[in-house]
């Protein structure tokens, strides 16, 4: 069974502009959540959506938003790029939230790069 | 509110050599507890868990005990292999937020042959 899918693999932006990052979730999976890892940090919680509404959000600016479709898949935007910016963005999937009984699987991620 | 504290890395090993991974936690409530691991390129693959003190997680050599008088869900394997180079995060769930997990910063560890 194909696992968590991300897209792009890579993205270089400059400052100020917008993006756009996309995943689709392990099938049967509901629950798709996004988390920030910057170089040499652990992951830091964004978002995380279930049956297509907003379930949490993380101490993230409202630069940052995301949405669920009706197939599960998902989108991050992230508007006004800062430097600041510049880390591998996770999404993972799961059954529910995250549980014991309802462990996370994780994307490979996107790099995205803000010059 | 929650966090996670990991020793911190690098860590570098022989093979064969014995591995301890310190972990400690602060959460309200009774958070499940998890070792993610996160090999170079790749997302983080999920290693063990445990739900409830006492509880033993276990997978692939790798072993931790759920410690509540301790707040501590420390990573060990007996003897470490090259394959095992990779970050080990440490990470909960429940407690005041049961929709995430909060990760601590990751140890590398480079097992040398």
């Known amino acids: 069974d194909a696992g968590v899918t991300q897209s792009p693999t890579h993205l270089i932006k400059t400052r100020g502009q917008q993006v756009t990052l996309r995943c689709s979730p392990i099938?049967?999976?509901?629950?798709v959540s996004w988390y920030q890892q910057v170089l040499g940090q652990g992951p830091q919680f964004i978002f995380q959506?279930?049956?297509?509404?907003?379930?949490g959000r993380g101490n993230f600016p409202d630069r940052f938003s995301a949405r669920q479709f009706p197939n599960y898949s998902s989108e991050l935007n992230v508007n006004a790029l800062l430097l600041g910016d510049s880390a591998l963005y996770l999404c993972?999937?799961?059954?529910?939230?995250?549980?014991?009984?309802?462990?996370?699987?994780f994307g490979n991620g996107t790099r995205l790069t803000v010059t | 509110g929650d966090s996670v504290t990991q020793m911190e890395g690098p860590v570098t090993l022989s093979e064969e050599a014995f591995l301890t991974i310190n972990c400690t936690y602060t959460?309200?409530?009774?958070?499940?507890l998890f070792w993610y691991v996160q090999y170079p390129g790749e997302g983080l693959q999920l290693l063990l868990k445990?739900?409830?003190?006492?509880d033993k997680g276990s997978n692939k050599g790798f072993e931790a005990t759920y410690r509540k008088e301790t707040t501590s869900f420390h990573l060990e394997k007996g003897s470490v292999q090259v394959s095992d180079s990779a970050v080990y995060f440490c990470?909960?769930?429940?407690?005041?937020?049961?929709?995430?997990?909060?990760f601590g910063k990751g140890t590398l560890l480079t097992v040398n042959p």
């Open positions: 993972a999937s799961s059954l529910q939230g995250a549980s014991y009984n309802s462990p996370l699987h």
């Open positions: 099938s049967g999976h509901k629950s």
């Open positions: 959506y279930y049956e297509k509404e907003e379930r």
């Open positions: 959460a309200t409530g009774y958070p499940s």
């Open positions: 445990a739900t409830k003190a006492d």
């Open positions: 990470a909960l769930s429940g407690g005041g937020s049961n929709y995430k997990l909060t």
